[in-house]
């Protein structure tokens, strides 16, 4: 119970860390998380901005884990966002992608996630792609992207996978309006 508590600790001071010090604006906060196909915990952990310390072991029940890369997750943020910056943690030795989508339906790359990526050599790594932030791996990188659904999936690996928490960073998006032409007088 005490190694619990002080990974409960460590992981809030990362998590204050990588917000405060890394950008000016909170994490955006999630309508919910929705996982499909065979896991273990809550798939709300996920969007729970709780990082467990570095090294965590992925069965923890800080963490969602899972064992067929046919098994994903959808996160909901509620309404469109300009998406510009993402922090997660997965399990250290797999790869991952983390698709973006406005409508729910059609989804397009956002961010690959490579096993080779962080210095943690056992249990959960946290990636960022955040600029100023100490996780900040250099490969990770996105373009801003409207968003409202994002998608993580496990795409290869030891056949362990994890996640413990996505965060996502930006500011709603502005709805996008043309203007009706008008046409000149004769």
């Known amino acids: 119970m005490h190694a619990r508590l002080i990974r409960v600790i ?16 909170k994490p955006i906060t999630a309508d919910f998380a929705t996982g499909f196909g065979d896991y273990g915990e809550d798939a709300e952990i996920i969007i729970d901005q709780s990082i467990p310390a570095e090294g965590t072991e992925y069965v923890d029940s800080a ?30 030795n797999d790869d991952y992608t983390l698709e ?27 990636i960022s792609t955040v600029p100023g932030d100490p996780e900040k791996v250099p490969e990770a990188v996105i373009e801003k992207t409207r968003a409202r ?6 795409t290869g690996g030891d056949q362990a996978y994890a996640i413990s928490e996505v ?20």
Not at 64 to 92: A, H, M
Not at 149 to 154: R, S
């Open 167 to 186: 965060l996502v960073f930006g500011k709603e998006a502005v709805a996008t309006v043309c203007p009706r032409p008008v046409m000149p007088e004769k």
């Open 10 to 25: 460590v992981g809030f001071l990362v998590f204050i860390l990588m917000t405060g010090v890394a950008m000016a604006q």
């Open 100 to 126: 973006a989508s406005e409508d729910g339906d059609e989804f397009s790359p956002l961010l690959y996630i490579s096993a080779d990526w962080g210095e943690t050599l056992f249990g959960m790594e946290t």
């Open 63 to 92: 963490c969602v884990y899972w064992y067929s890369t046919d098994t994903y997750f959808i996160i909901d943020l509620g309404k469109v966002f300009l998406v510009e910056g993402i922090t997660l943690q997965v399990d250290n």
């Open 149 to 154: 659904f994002l998608k993580l999936a496990a």
